[in-house]
């Protein structure tokens, strides 16, 4: 079993609201990645992180941010939800080879 | 282009017949390549890496042909539980992409 854990599972919330969805690992893997994924939709990469202090923006444009104090956290947060971010978001880290993947956030934004 | 292609799916199967999945990647750096199996409404979970060399895995075998950027997945004696959603995953220098993914659903 992977130790890498996100939380809440599932969160709804109304329009306007700062949310921050945590993801913590603790494997001591380097790298980290968010992705959404819509349902019966593909993952598309939209954070990732080399290590502390390093976070790039993937391939999906998102208006989340991220931030890596420590090795094994890498919270995302919207300052300002809306309805179209209503999506679940995925957290993998990996030691190299093999990505390990988080049990996912469901977020509902009404 | 997106780049990482699967084919399309859904591909509907009886129970022990052999089924093969295909995606074409990109880039050409790129280094890692893997099948994860995705259950509905789950994560992503690993299957079985690919190497050039071809792997094995019971009814599971997987290959790449890194001169046409092509891999493939086999899954022989298909179960009911083989029923998921297939992702052929690329691994660049730090990025995993991922392609849309092919629904397997296997019939009793």
């Known amino acids: 079993e992977a130790d890498i854990y996100q939380t809440p599972r599932y969160l709804v919330i109304g329009t306007g609201k700062k949310i921050t969805l945590e993801c913590s690992q603790t494997?001591?893997?380097?790298?980290m990645y968010w992705y959404q994924q819509d349902p019966g939709m593909e993952l598309h990469l939209i954070h990732y992180s080399y290590g502390v202090n390093s976070t790039e923006k993937g391939d999906l444009s998102s208006e989340s941010t991220v931030s890596r104090i420590r090795t094994e956290h890498f919270p995302l947060t919207l300052e300002s939800a809306r309805p179209s971010h209503t999506s679940q978001y995925l957290c993998?880290?990996?030691?190299?080879?093999?990505?390990?993947f988080g049990q996912g956030t469901r977020l509902t934004v009404v | 282009r997106k780049e990482v292609e699967q084919d399309p799916g859904p591909f509907n199967v009886p129970e022990g017949a052999t089924v093969a999945f295909n995606c074409t990647y990109s880039?050409?750096?790129?280094?890692?390549f893997f099948w994860y199996r995705q259950d509905c409404r789950k994560e992503p979970k690993l299957l079985m890496s690919?190497?050039?060399s071809g792997n094995e895995d019971g009814r599971f075998t997987a290959q790449l042909n890194r001169a046409s950027q092509y891999i493939s997945l086999l899954i022989r004696d298909s179960k009911l539980s083989d029923s998921a959603t297939y992702l052929c995953v690329v691994r660049g220098t730090y990025k995993y992409i991922f392609g849309t993914g092919t629904r397997l659903k296997v019939l009793a």
């Open positions: 880039n050409s750096a790129s280094q890692s």
């Open positions: 993998a880290s990996t030691g190299g080879v093999e990505a390990f």
């Open positions: 690919v190497y050039s």
């Open positions: 494997m001591g893997h380097d790298k």
